[in-house]
């Protein structure tokens, strides 16, 4: 088994590779694991292959989970590894600090994920924890150094980030007042903004319905 041919099944999936690491004794429940990769939806085709799966299309309940709690369990069975999400819990498994681990991924001026090709766009459907320690492809520096302009600090409509957080429910509460604006109709413009995720090629559509769904949720 090597990287390439890990990625490979996962592309056949509509799943990439964000990144990897190699667990050592700090890292708890994967700390026996050889490697963790970081799996995210495949960009740019993605959301037309998930929107005519059955867990789109049924009417259900949280269908983007559904959907990568199906593949991604059948991926790492395929693999002999084991799946983990960012969505159950709690306890939540640390998606952010193994994203940092894996070199790929860096806390940006806002202080959410940006990663280097998919800059904040950056989304994990789960992970894969293999047996097998895979040499992994180097790591890039953080888009952020050479990013002049930042515009992640001065691009957010309602000022969510002034703080030098996210305001959350600040966010949810102006957009809920808003009929139609451009961070619900195309995704929000801060992530939207970031140079790193210019050829990232993620649609629209997807980021109008994820931020759609933030609405909905108050947790």
């Known amino acids: 088994m090597t990287y390439d ?3 490979k099944a996962a592309q056949a999936l509509h799943l990439d590779i964000l990144g990897g690491f190699h667990p050592t004794e700090e890292d708890g429940d994967i700390a026996d694991a050889g490697t963790l990769l970081m799996l995210s939806p495949k960009e740019p ?6 929107t005519s799966q059955p867990e789109y299309l049924d009417g259900k309940p949280d269908p983007v989970d559904r959907w990568s709690t199906r593949v991604v369990t059948d991926l790492a069975k395929e693999l002999g590894a084991r799946a983990f999400f960012p969505f159950t819990g709690p306890p939540y ?3 952010y600090s193994w994203a940092l681990k894996t070199g790929r991924c860096h806390s940006s001026p806002i202080n959410l994920l940006v990663h280097d090709r998919a800059g904040l766009f950056v989304s994990f459907r789960g992970a894969i924890a293999l047996r097998e320690k895979l040499d992994l492809p ?7 150094e050479n990013c002049v302009d930042k515009p ?3 691009t957010c409509p309602v000022n969510a980030f002034a703080t ?3 305001d959350v429910q600040g966010c949810r509460n102006v957009m809920r007042s ?4 451009p961070c619900l109709t195309r995704g929000c413009e801060v992530r939207r903004a970031c140079p790193a995720n210019a050829d990232y090629g993620r649609m629209e559509e997807q980021s109008s319905y994820h931020m759609r769904v933030f609405l909905e949720n108050d947790t």
């Open 164 to 166: 030098g957080t996210y």
């Open 152 to 154: 992640c600090l001065t």
């Open 93 to 95: 498994n640390p998606f």
């Open 178 to 181: 808003i009929d139609e604006h």
């Open 5 to 7: 041919s890990v990625l």
């Open 138 to 144: 180097p790591a890039p520096t953080s888009p952020c």
């Open 45 to 50: 085709r993605f959301w037309a292959h998930f």
